[in-house]
């Protein structure tokens, strides 16, 4: 890995059938693999390939996202929709063979038994079947995302991106508050028709490919795509349940609190986003400057984490300012030729900028390790939920240096964010019921859609009044969730990592130096263990167990009620 200023990474589009072709070769070699030795030589052939290939993906996934309206990276975007399933195709050809292969214990032994119960649930999630399915998902993914990208609305006197909205959605006047719902809303309600179609064709394509490939419907693809090991369907839907039931009665009264706190009796969606009586906590200081404060905390926090952010500024690895034709959302990627990891956000000037850059700082930050320790792409990352844990936890391991952010806002800081982990679950446990309703009853009309997420609503956030606004009043809400038209399924795994993160701002409470010895413990064990696994090690509990999300919702909700008490 050969260091390289982002703008200075060479993209070469790669000749998808060359790769397709060299695939081909290793593969017939793993099937005549005449001992353990050749399989592993192999696999480091894949390793090398894959990585080129990825590492052009990548490039030209984030210089699309950086501007959709790049004709050039947008044509290369459409590219890899097509070619990418292809490819892919063939990579899980590798893994059949590995899997047949009699010499396979060599791989077990060299990577981990892990490696091998990957190949399996990928081998399982896609074959030649569904190719064109998949690249036609692919292309509906980024027809919604270019035309979210695209939002504009005319507001203040301006015209503004959609994230550009959110210091409005906070504001003192209540009116103002009510406006820029309303505003948002009529983007959405104004492209109703395409985003329903978008979807019911997301659904039907979705549930084709799993048809094809012998599941009833999508929800149980989704578990191999998602590459859930240890847990299943049933494990979901009882954390679901724990979350109503424990988490829901804590959040409705957190937020009755906080409605009391600013002086609303009778609250109001748009009045959920206020949440002290002077004002939300916001960061001092524009993009550059909240980036030099980030520098400052990771050059302090440890010897790890100032090597990391020196490598990420010096790379000019961050992306954070929101503009036209910039894509929604934050993300972090990693360019895994240069062992770069690329954080991507739409800053707003709200405390969700500190948020966002802590969290995609924590994959970023375990992306780093696993390239500096050599780890295979497959070996890099665990399960979404466990890389979760990654992000999410730094937001609260970095607590105390979030003065350099909000200064004598801090506190107030701490309560809201810690008030809002708690009130995410049921939220993010609804967005994952809604895709298991509307998976298992592909039938449902857009409207009927809609009622589904009204009545999810009550069922975890009974406290929100929607007050006839547009959008939101319809039932529509869910589709400004990127990650249910583009990263079906996800949502659930951010749910399952803050159990972990709440229990890491617990022992950070107790002892910050042991919690963050255990972090960079777990971070260095990559995609060694299973979602169990890992929150075993750090010593936490694992959320499917009956039990245990309730003592953990109920310290944050004590913590919360001190704060607030002291505020």
Not at 429 to 451: G, K, S, W
Not at 522 to 529: E, I, P, S, T, Y
Request: net charge negative.
């Amino acid at each position: 890995m050969a260091f390289c200023k982002f703008e200075d990474m060479k993209y070469t589009r790669p000749d998808a059938q060359r790769v397709m072709d060299a695939y081909k070769k290793l593969v017939d070699r793993a099937r005549n693999a005449e001992n353990g030795q050749q399989l592993v030589d192999i696999f480091e052939e894949h390793r090398k390939l894959g990585d080129d290939f990825a590492t052009a993906a990548r490039l030209a996934q984030i210089r699309h996202t950086l501007d959709t309206q790049d004709v050039f990276y947008d044509e290369e975007n459409d590219y890899f929709d097509q070619v990418s399933p292809s490819v892919g195709n063939m990579q899980l050809e590798l893994y059949r063979a590995f899997l047949d292969s009699a010499h396979k214990a060599a791989l077990e032994e060299k990577y981990g038994a892990i490696l091998l119960d990957k190949m399996k649930i990928a081998a399982a999630s896609a074959d030649e079947s569904v190719l064109e399915l998949m690249q036609q998902e692919n292309a509906l993914a980024s027809q919604y995302q270019k035309l979210y990208a695209g939002a504009q609305v005319e507001f203040d006197g301006k015209v503004l991106t959609l994230p550009e909205l959110g210091p409005y959605k906070q504001s003192l006047d209540r009116n103002v508050r009510k406006a820029a719902f309303e505003a948002e809303g009529k983007f959405f309600d104004d492209n109703r028709e395409e985003l329903d179609k978008i979807y019911t064709q997301m659904i039907e394509n979705r549930n084709a490919q799993a048809r094809k490939l012998g599941y009833e419907n999508y929800v149980p693809l989704s578990y191999l795509r998602m590459g859930r090991l240890g847990y299943n369907e049933a494990d979901v839907k009882s954390f679901r349940d724990q979350v109503a039931k424990y988490v829901t009665p804590l959040a409705h009264e957190a937020m009755k609190e906080q409605f009391a706190r600013v002086g609303i009796e009778d609250a109001k969606f748009y009045d959920t986003t206020v949440s002290f009586k002077d004002g939300n906590p916001t960061p001092k200081g524009n993009a550059p400057e909240l980036l030099a404060k980030a520098v400052k905390m990771y050059r302090e926090l440890s010897p790890e984490t100032a090597e990391f952010i020196n490598f990420m500024t010096e790379s000019n690895l961050f992306d954070l300012e929101s503009r036209k034709g910039k894509a929604p959302g934050g993300y972090c990627e990693t360019i895994p030729n240069y062992g770069a990891p690329f954080v991507f956000s739409n800053f707003n000037g709200t405390a969700g900028d500190v948020d966002v850059l802590t969290h995609e700082a924590g994959h970023a930050f375990q992306a780093w390790i696993a390239a500096k320790q050599g780890m295979c792409q497959e070996l890099a990352s665990p399960g979404l939920e466990s890389c979760e844990i990654h992000s999410m936890s730094m937001e609260f391991l970095t607590s105390p240096w979030h003065h350099l952010f909000f200064e004598g806002d801090t506190d107030k800081y701490a309560l809201a964010h810690a008030q809002e982990a708690l009130t995410f679950l049921p939220y993010g446990c609804m967005v994952d019921e809604f895709q298991h309703i509307v998976y298992a009853n592909p039938q449902l009309t857009a409207e009927e859609r809609n009622e589904a997420w009204l009545e999810l609503e009550r069922k975890y956030r009974p406290w929100n009044d929607f007050d006839g606004l547009p959008f939101y009043g319809r039932g529509a809400g869910w589709q400004r969730q990127l990650h249910i038209y583009q990263y079906a399924f996800y949502y659930i795994d951010y749910c399952l990592a803050q159990m972990a993160a709440l229990q890491f701002f617990a022992a950070h409470l107790n002892d910050p130096k042991d919690a963050w010895n255990r972090y960079v413990a777990l971070v260095k064990k990559g995609g060694g263990d299973t979602y169990a696994g890992l929150v075993s090690a750090a010593g936490f509990r694992v959320p499917f167990e009956e039990g245990a999300i309730e003592p953990v919702a109920n310290q944050v909700f004590e913590w919360v009620k001190k704060q607030n008490q002291k505020i």
